[in-house]
């Protein structure tokens, strides 16, 4: 066959510029703004049904956008078939052809584009991610993690500019996943391509990206470094979705120096104005659990702290968790590295304090319905 | 029926199981009770028949009576099966070749038509394709010939317009190949449109992906997956309209007479006729199975293209 007439050849960053989809009534993306730079591994992170399928389809040409615009450098690709763009797609469900072989599944996208060397570079690939032995059998012979590879190798194969990957990890137990987690990083470091990962595991997101964006209803709700949206997460969704937080609704009541204070259920707190991304009215004050310490008596000297009772003690090696009940009655949980030789012991019942470095607290706006969405989609 | 047995396993993309772990002794013999039914009817009403027909073609004439017949080990009648009646064979073969492919490039497009852009009408589409079923065969075949009929709408308009060379439909090969077509149809439609039904939309998606266009995912992709479909409709359409008389004997015409017709008359109108129908059955049955054979090596393994 020739040469797909209508290739294009971008290169660059890639732009998404006010993405729309709409499915009826229903807006599946909602404006969405993105830049991934180039050669950057870049996750895509929401619950189920955020849109994160339908971006990626999109940016494929599988899907064209209701309104706005998706660049490759100055390229603009909208409207463009998916035949036409440098773009390839590990599909969640690998959808490799099952009527070829593992190395005509993978020469595929080489021959549509009139590659002589197809076999060849198939052959390289397939090596490059360890299934070469596996060359002559068709999918249906192979296990879901060779299958995973050989869909990973039949999209890298044609080097395109941006690698499109939907949860290509997501069906393959723990384990298998850890290693072609690392696999996939090594890579993407190794072959240098701009890889947008999309995955609802906040682990595998933290773990693999340059860059985090955290996606829900069809808006990104947060982007950055990985570390940095951990630290500081900007909405009470990702608070709960990228890790946890101990969450609790109050009232700014106060400025002092560079802190903010707030009223949060009887007890008042700092939270420096540096980190607080809702500043007046009712916001959401947060804390991460590692940051929070437990005490049996009160602590001395600096530090926000509340007086409460232990609930239950769950021991995980590395660290213990408590659940304390705190008078207002929400239970906050708190993780404590198991690091001194004489772990304090604590029973359900016993009276605790707990205190943190306001340093570490945030606020966010107000909504614990949101909240709560990220807890379920992450339990 | 290995062309059917292959329908059964190919098109899927995940993983096959591994053979399942050996039963436990006891109950071994499960399988075999279980077919214990089937291979009986089958001993009954197909195999013992078999043996019957074949004695039969067998079978010489007592000089001199004609109708009654003597246990014998006559090949002469296969002969006679083959020279003189070698112009029904060839027609049967090549009409039901024609209705073959007829139906095929008919059945395809619908089937594609209703697996992947009918939507909600999908399920009229199908009720569409089988509702024929629910009259039989030979009356829906006396209707084809009533309509076609020199008096009937179609031929006296295409009369009135000069369009009609011979001046008639019916009674020609083309009445015949259209009717094995238009009756055959469904059992080229339902297979094709069963594999393409099955195949992942996410399989084809990846041939746009991967630089294919339209066309060439259709070539490279759609179709080898819809190939076992394409494999079950054409054995399902060849096989029963090279045998097949009613339409011959409803919509053609002495000349266009097939290897069903020379049976059916040699069986029930011919005195003495009986030991050549019997060769001609048999000879027509291996060559369907020679042909099937050789067809479903070609094309039943993988690669078409
Ligand atoms: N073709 C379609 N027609 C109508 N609605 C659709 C269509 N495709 C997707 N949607 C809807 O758009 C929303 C986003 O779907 P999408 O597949 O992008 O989710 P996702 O983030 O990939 O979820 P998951 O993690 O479960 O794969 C869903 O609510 C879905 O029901
Ligand atoms: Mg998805």
Known sequence: ?379 | MSALAHVGQAGGGGPTDPAPAQERAGRSWLPYLLLLPGALWLFVFFVIPLLQLFTVSLQSQFPGYPGYYYRDVNFSNYLRALTDFAPQFGRSLLFAGLATFFAFCLAYPLAYAMAFKAGRWRNVMLIAVIAPFFTSFILRTVAWRQILADEGPVASTLNALHLLPGGHITETWAAVVAGLTYNFLPFMVLPIYASLERADHRVIEAGGDLYANGFTTFRTVTLPMSMPGVIAGTLLTFIPAAGDYVNADLLGADNTKMVGNVIESQFFRVLGGFPVAAALSFTLMALILAMVFVYVRRFGTEELL
């Not at chain 1, 992170?45 to 955020?50: I, K, N, Q």
């Not at chain 1, 999209?155 to 384990?175: F, M, Q, S, T, Y």
């Open chain 1, 1 to 379: 066959m020739a040469r797909s007439s209508g290739f294009r050849e971008a290169k660059g960053d890639l732009r998404l510029e006010s993405v729309t989809k709409s499915f009826g009534d229903f807006t599946a993306v909602d404006d969405l703004d993105l830049v991934v730079p180039r050669g950057s591994f870049f996750a895509l992170l929401g619950p189920s049904g955020c849109g994160k399928t339908t971006t990626l389809r999109m940016v494929a040409g599988l899907e064209q956008p209701s309104a706005g615009n998706i660049f490759i450098g100055e390229t603009d690709l909208t409207g463009s078939r998916p035949y036409e763009r440098p773009v390839n797609t590990v599909f969640q469900s690998y959808a490799l052809f099952p009527h070829l072989t593992i190395r005509d599944n993978v020469a595929f996208g080489p021959k549509r584009r009139g590659d002589r060397n197809a076999m060849t570079l198939a052959d390289e690939t397939l090596q490059l991610v360890q299934v070469d032995h596996l060359a002559s059998r068709k999918p249906a012979q192979l296990s879901g993690g060779q299958q995973q590879r050989v869909a990973l190798a039949r999209a890298l194969v044609n080097r395109p500019e941006v690698l499109l990957l939907d949860e290509p990890l997501g069906a393959l137990d723990l384990k298998l996943r850890r290693q072609l987690q690392v696999e996939l990083k090594r890579i993407q470091t190794e072959v240098g391509l701009t890889f947008i990962h999309v995955t609802h595991d906040q682990e595998e997101a933290m773990t693999m990206a340059d860059t985090v964006a955290v996606m829900n209803h069809g808006r990104i709700e947060q982007m950055g470094r990985p570390a940095d949206m951990y630290d500081l997460p900007l909405t009470s969704f990702v608070a709960n979705f990228v890790g946890r937080s101990n969450l609790g609704v109050g009232q700014v009541v106060d400025r002092d120096g560079d802190n903010l204070v707030a009223e949060v259920q009887g007890t008042k707190v700092k939270v420096p104005l540096a980190r607080a991304n809702a500043k007046d009215g009712t916001v959401m004050f947060g804390v991460r659990p590692e940051k929070v310490r437990v005490l049996r008596s009160a602590p001395e000297g600096g530090g926000d702290d509340v007086k409460g009772t232990v609930l239950d003690v769950s021991f995980t090696g590395v660290a213990t968790e408590y659940l304390v009940r705190l008078p207002s009655g929400t239970v906050w949980s708190c993780y404590e590295q198991n690091l001194d030789v004489d772990p304090i012991d604590l029973r359900p019942g016993d009276d605790v304090w707990i205190s943190w470095d306001p340093a570490h607290a945030f606020t966010v706006a107000a909504d614990e319905a949101e909240a709560r969405a990220a807890e379920e989609a992450t339990a």
